[in-house]
């Protein structure tokens, strides 16, 4: 099982780790900073062992890292290497997931609706809810509140709650189906305070102020009860 670094510590951009295992170009260590893309947040590239990192996946606890080598060798097992994140995209993808939570929070305490999906990128990304139809003017009135919150500069905090404890607490999971796994005994809780609280994984800014601000790309229609917001992430 790798260790995973970046739920206790997103700012966290240099780490040395063992490798456990070797598969062609990919590597598997005992820890690692890398995010690995999953819960609708894409991988972190970066550096290790000197060689690019262009791909991280998580598979049955162990995560696994694709090098870019050319005509190197991967290291081998039982090596302690040095992986470095690529900070300017972690930073941007941890300012647009906690973009993300605001305009859920926002979305809940103002009309009550749930997610039913989301998708992001550095500085870009959309989320799904269930308005059937959207509210007349909403695009500018969201953007606003979102706004809102994020100059009030509100602080990120996580949390790590035992699984029967987080689950008696209908507000930690916003999504419309609860995609916690059953083998799940922790739940890491991302919770901006006085807005938003939810078993999340991925990585966050520490207070909403980092965001910067957000502006309301396009609102569409994906079916019945079911609508689209785009975002962009601006700096503030």
């Known amino acids: 099982m790798t260790e995973l670094l970046y739920l206790r510590d997103a700012y966290l951009v240099d780490f040395d780790a063992v490798v456990t295992a070797v598969d062609e170009r990919r590597v598997a260590l005992d820890r690692t900073a890398f995010y690995p893309t999953g819960g609708g947040q894409p991988h972190d590239t970066g550096v290790l062992a000197e060689t690019p990192v262009t791909g991280v996946v998580k598979e049955d606890g162990d995560v696994w890292h694709l090098l870019g080598l050319g005509d190197a060798v991967p290291p081998r097992v039982g090596e302690t290497v040095h992986g470095r994140i690529d900070w300017d995209r972690r930073h941007k993808l941890m300012r647009t997931h906690t973009a993300l939570h605001v305009l859920c929070g926002v979305i809940w305490h103002e009309w009550g609706k749930a997610v039913t999906g989301g998708n992001m990128e550095p500085l870009s990304a959309r989320m799904d809810f269930e308005f059937d139809p959207l509210p007349e003017g909403f695009a500018a ?3 606003n509140l979102v706004n809102a919150e994020l100059a009030a500069a509100r602080p990120v905090v ?79």
């Open 141 to 143: 009135i969201v953007e």
């Open 158 to 236: 996580v949390e790590f709650i035992p699984r029967d404890t987080a689950l008696e607490d209908a507000d930690l999971v916003r999504t419309k189906v609860n995609l916690v796994p059953p083998s799940v005994a922790e739940l890491r809780v991302v919770d901006i305070v006085g807005l938003d609280r939810q078993a999340d994984g991925g990585t966050h800014v520490a207070t909403t102020a980092e965001v910067g601000r957000i502006r309301v790309v396009k609102t569409e229609s994906k079916g019945k009860a079911n609508k689209r917001i785009r975002i962009e992430v601006l700096d503030a």
